[in-house]
């Protein structure tokens, strides 16, 4: 979708973040040097719910009046529709505080183009083999805290099985949640399974925590950025041939999807014109 500049706006990243996993906050880091070295906004910015800066540090990182709050966050669930909208004191699509004016846009995971971007992550995980005999598989974490959570999921499972791509079965699956992705083989009657875990970044549940669960390691080894995993692919496990793909909000396109979601938050609030 074409972006018109915003000059006078700042972009706000906000994610997750962790304590403990070093590697958590390097996608939303990626996506804004992204977005900044196309001179888009006048100020790019990531803030976080488990490290600094903040999410009510955020004021305090821009004279911008207008600000555009992206979620880089898989779906609309507790985070996205409870916890950011009451740390920034958020009241709705648009807010007028503190002399400035917040736009609320949705979060990337609910962007249609996350099926183009999935899609990619599961051809180059699995070159060469045949969609017609393999199953794909995209796995979150699931929680019990919001229902809405998994749906980001279910819908992009939907929109692949009706996409045309030819895999012989696509399902969704979760760490806290049935169907649980430790039962993968299965949910998979094909002998190839390609897995694609639908997170933000390589952190602790989508490199340390999933990669148990499938049976991969034995135990939780180290973060990313201290060890490999992926580059390890195929794996023969359970008498099937398991491919396990980095997280999708490593995806490099995923800034384009940010910028999206945007641009479709002003074509909301924009009249339409006779």
Known sequence: MPFTPKPDSALFIVGHGSTENPDSSTPYFDHADEVRRRGLFKEVHCCFWKEEPSFREAWYLTDCEEIYVVPDFISEGYFTQDVIPREFGLTGPTTVIRGKTIHYCLPVGVHASMTTLLLKRAQEVAPGVDPAATTLIIT?????????????????????????????????????????????????????????????????HSYQDIPVLLGIEPEVGLAASQREIFRHNPHHLRGKTLYYSSAIGTERHLADVILDQVADFDARRTPATA
């Open 140 to 204: 979150g974490h699931g929680t019990g805290l919001n229902q809405n959570s998994t749906k980001a999921i279910r819908d992009q499972v939907d929109l692949i099985a009706a996409s045309g791509a030819g895999y012989a079965r696509v399902s969704d699956a979760y760490m806290e949640e049935q169907p649980f992705i430790a039962r993968w083989d299965e949910l998979a009657p094909t002998e190839n399974v390609v897995v694609v875990p639908f997170f933000i970044a390589d952190g602790a």
